[in-house]
């Protein structure tokens, strides 16, 4: 199993909507998670970071970490047009000094 | 957050020339750095991680002699891809940590193209 793991996508929704984002991850990486947006041909950009399980909200974006399943998530609600982009899972190695990426799940905010 | 400025943002070159890449922390300290190269519509791979004041630990599968890593300065780290070859050609991003935080923040990436 790799370290962080996602649906490639795309998972398109329409404006408006609330989408939907999972993660998996395993025993090998620390209990620190981040979401990373990422526009094509830009770098990523924090969105969220999550260390305790259950929910943290910030604006439309809410990440849920459950530690028993080994999965966290990150919903958008209302979804734009502007949020289509797409949207990295990492965290920290245990046992290393170097924070890991999932392969990335692509959204498409249909108008 | 954190700022991370990266330049150049893109650059052509020759095949068999060196490209300097420069990162730098503006409003923090990074006592380390961290080198990813993205290429197209794969996910990012660290290429390396750099500490200030010693050697960069490269990532199995990079070879530090052609991406010489230099992180002289606490806030500054250089990466030099010598004797650049098509295949060389990518997306190269640095990051870099504050102190007693567990975010990263990303440079501005350099897109490179070698001829």
């Known amino acids: 199993q790799k370290e962080v793991e996602q649906n490639s996508g795309p998972l398109s929704v329409p404006e408006g909507a609330i989408a939907s984002l999972n993660c998996t991850y395993s025993?090998?990486?620390?209990?620190?998670f981040f979401w990373y947006r990422q526009y094509s041909g830009k770098s990523p950009e924090l969105i969220m970071s999550?260390?305790?399980?259950g929910d943290k909200e910030d604006g439309r974006f809410t990440a849920q970490l459950n530690k028993a399943s080994q999965y966290v998530s990150l919903l958008i609600r209302d979804s734009q047009p502007s949020d289509s982009a797409t949207y990295l899972c990492?965290?920290?190695?245990?046992?290393?000094?170097?924070?890991?990426f999932g392969s990335g799940t692509r959204l498409l905010v249909r108008p | 957050g954190a700022v991370v400025s990266q330049h150049p943002s893109w650059v052509i070159c020759k095949s068999g020339t060196s490209v300097k890449i420069e990162c730098r922390s503006l409003?923090?300290?990074?006592?380390?750095m961290f080198w990813y190269r993205q290429f197209p519509k794969q996910s990012l791979m660290l290429m390396a991680t750099?500490?200030?004041?010693?050697?960069?630990?490269?990532e199995q599968g990079v070879e530090k002699d052609k991406f010489l890593i230099n992180h002289a300065s606490l806030t500054l780290s250089t990466l030099t891809v010598t004797s650049a070859h098509p295949e060389d050609s990518s997306f190269y991003i640095c990051?870099?940590?504050?102190?007693?935080?567990?975010?990263?923040?990303f440079g501005s990436g350099t897109q490179l193209s070698v001829l």
């Open positions: 025993d090998r990486v620390s209990q620190s």
């Open positions: 409003d923090f300290q990074a006592t380390t």
């Open positions: 999550i260390y305790s399980n």
């Open positions: 750099s500490n200030e004041g010693s050697k960069a630990t490269y």
């Open positions: 990051s870099a940590r504050d102190w007693g935080d567990e975010k990263l923040f």
């Open positions: 990492a965290a920290w190695m245990d046992s290393s000094y170097k924070l890991i």
